[in-house]
Structure formats: structure tokens, C-alpha cells
């Protein structure tokens, strides 16, 4: 009687549980991702709360009786700690709980993934950390612009690239063209880039530096 050998290929439910893993972690990644990049913007907004002062980013018309104080000019509510209803430390709590979220992910794909995509997720996590740090030290030092974080997110889409390109790998799929890598890497790099960051600053009502004078 002939037996069928089993091939080394994982079953549906098994190959389903190590996508659902990998989105998982992706997931919570993205996630964290925004709110570092939250932390980031709210630390170059703070630069400047000292000169602009007051409650919320939405415009708003002058109060009766307040005069034109600085920052209230063309209806603006002049900025202060919190800001559309969060303070910094929301909005560093909201970070941390997306990093737990991270390590919870990961801790729990460690039952259907293979080493070396756990090993490509730590590293993101490491990575994701390491930004956070980098992020506190910005915050401590008071400074509106940094290379070093700037070096972070570099090393964070390069991590998560890696990520997914194990996983990849590992779920049977076949590699990403070079093409189709860089087009991603370009419009990643696009979309992070700091030199777009001040405008949402201007049009939220927050007065930067060469505009108070």
C-alpha cells in the first residue's frame, strides 16, 4: 500500500495563522510609527507654544474683551499645553502603549514564526525604541529639528522592509522586483520627509519664526 509523504509545505490553517501574525505585528508597527511621528510633530509645535500661547490647533475667533494679543491675529487661538485636548505626556503614553502593543505581537508570533522572521521583528522593535529614545533626548534638549531622529526613521522603514521581505520569503512568496523596492522606498521617503512637516504647523494657526517678524 502506498502512503503519500507529507511535503514540508505548512497547511492552510497553519500558513493562515503565520499571515495573520506577520499583518499583526505590521500592523502594530504602523501604528507606532504614527504615533512617534504624533511625538515628533508635537515637539517642533511645542518650540514655538512659548511665543504662541492657548487650548486648541482649530481657528477660532477672537475672544471679547482680550485685545489683539500675540497669536490671535486672523482669528487664531494663540497654542498651549493641551493641544486639541491632548497634553505631551498623552501624547508619549499613547506611543508607549503602541510599542507594548508592538512587543505583544511579536511575543506571540514567536509560537507560529520561524527564527529569522522573529529575528527581523525585533529588530524593528529595537529600532521603533531606539527612535523613542532618540525622541526624549530631542525633547530634553529642547531642539525643534534633529538628525539624529531623522536617522531613526531611516533605520525604521529599512527594519520594516527587512521584516517583510523575510516574511515573504518564508510564506512561500516570491521576492519584490528591484523596480518595485525602490518605488516604495521612494514614496516612503517621500512621505517622511521633514521638509514637508512645517505647513500643517502654518495652517493649524501655529506662527513659525520667519512669520512673527
Known amino acids: 500500500m502506498l502512503h503519500r509523504h507529507a511535503d514540508h509545505a505548512p497547511a492552510p490553517t497553519a500558513l493562515q ?3 495573520e501574525h506577520v499583518c499583526a505585528i505590521d500592523q502594530c508597527i504602523s501604528s507606532a510609527l504614527a504615533s512617534l511621528r504624533a511625538y515628533e510633530t508635537r515637539l517642533l509645535v511645542g518650540t514655538q507654544l512659548s511665543e504662541n500661547g492657548s487650548a486648541s490647533t482649530k481657528p477660532s475667533s477672537m475672544s471679547p474683551g482680550k485685545g489683539n494679543a500675540p497669536g490671535l491675529e486672523c482669528g487664531r ?3 498651549r499645553e493641551p493641544l ?4 505631551l505626556l498623552d501624547v508619549k503614553q ?5 510599542l507594548w502593543d508592538c512587543t505583544s505581537a511579536l511575543t506571540q508570533a514567536t509560537a507560529v514564526l520561524e527564527e529569522d522572521t522573529i529575528r527581523r521583528a525585533q529588530e524593528l522593535v529595537d529600532a521603533l525604541l531606539d527612535a523613542r529614545e532618540t525622541l526624549e533626548a530631542q ?6 529639528s534633529s538628525e539624529a531622529v531623522r536617522g531613526c526613521v531611516s533605520a525604521l522603514h529599512e527594519a520594516r522592509a527587512q521584516f517583510l521581505r523575510t516574511a515573504r520569503t518564508r510564506l512561500g512568496l516570491d521576492a ?3 523596480e518595485t523596492d525602490d518605488r516604495i522606498a521612494a514614496l516612503t521617503q517621500q512621505a517622511s520627509s521633514p521638509s514637508s512637516l512645517p505647513r500643517p504647523y ?6 513659525l519664526p520667519e512669520e512673527r517678524r
Open 84 to 87: 486639541d485636548g491632548k497634553t
Open 77 to 79: 487661538a494663540p497654542l
Open 202 to 207: 502654518v495652517a493649524a494657526g501655529v506662527r
Open 176 to 178: 519584490l522586483s528591484e
Open 94 to 98: 499613547e506611543a508607549d502603549e503602541h
Open 139 to 144: 525633547e530634553a534638549s529642547g531642539e525643534a
Open 17 to 19: 495563522q503565520r499571515i
